[in-house]
T-cell receptor, first 110, second 113 residues
């Protein structure tokens, strides 16, 4: 099956700093999403981005499907950005499952 | 527009018991998937239901079974519970089996004693 790796696994930021999270995948995909999991376990949709670039406030994402990676940018980080960030991909062809990456645990300190 | 709803939110069972978890999809969604998330891990795919049939299955034993109803809602059943089944169980829905954005419910946190 498809392999999805995220880096870095852990990240500590000072409030106000910027960061880039990376997601690499091993095969072609139909869909790619970024999620933020809050401390209560809720997976919050950030971006649905199989290709191209999107922005939503302080967050933006870019997926280069031909090179099999996606990037999530967080600017001017806030303590509420803390949590775990997952990318999730849907493999191409037939009935396919969504595979989650290994996650990046972000802690933003005041 | 109601999102994905799951019940119960928390439950405690003992080894050997059986549990049923429920999921109602987001409006307009007909495909339901279930995931298990152990502490400190990413969600692991259990299975996907579309048109009331299991379409895809992850690496989970037959103790894990499911059902989808004509109104697209779904149940996850786990028999003969083990301590290792303690986890957050997440339901996700989408507007088709191979398309569209995935939306998750808040999860059902199962503790097996």
């Amino acid at each position: 099956g498809i392999q999805v790796e995220q880096s870095p696994p852990d990240l500590i930021l000072q409030e106000g700093a910027n960061s880039t999270l990376r997601c690499n995948f091993s095969d072609s995909v139909n869909n790619l999403q970024w999620f933020h999991q809050n401390p209560w376990g809720q997976l919050i949709n950030l971006f649905y981005i199989p290709s191209g670039t999107k922005q939503n406030g302080r967050l933006s994402a870019t997926t280069v499907a031909t090179e099999r990676y996606s990037l999530l940018y967080i600017s001017s980080s806030q303590t509420t950005d803390s949590g775990v960030y997952f990318c999730a991909v849907l493999e191409s062809g037939g009935y396919q499952k969504v595979t989650f990456g290994t996650g990046t645990k972000l802690q933003v300190i005041p | 527009d109601a999102g994905v709803t799951q019940s119960p939110t928390h439950l405690i069972k003992t080894r050997g018991q059986q549990v049923t978890l429920r999921c109602s999809p987001k409006s307009g969604h007909d495909t339901v998937s279930w995931y298990q998330q152990a502490l400190g891990q990413g969600p692991q795919f259990i299975f996907q239901y579309y048109e009331e049939e299991e379409r895809q299955r992850g690496n989970f034993p037959d103790r894990f079974s499911g059902h989808q109803f004509p109104n697209y809602s779904s149940e996850l059943n786990v028999n003969a519970l083990l301590l290792g089944d303690s986890a957050l169980y997440l339901c996700a829905t989408q507007p088709g089996p191979n398309t569209g954005e995935l939306f998750f419910g808040e999860g059902s946190r199962l503790t097996v004693l």
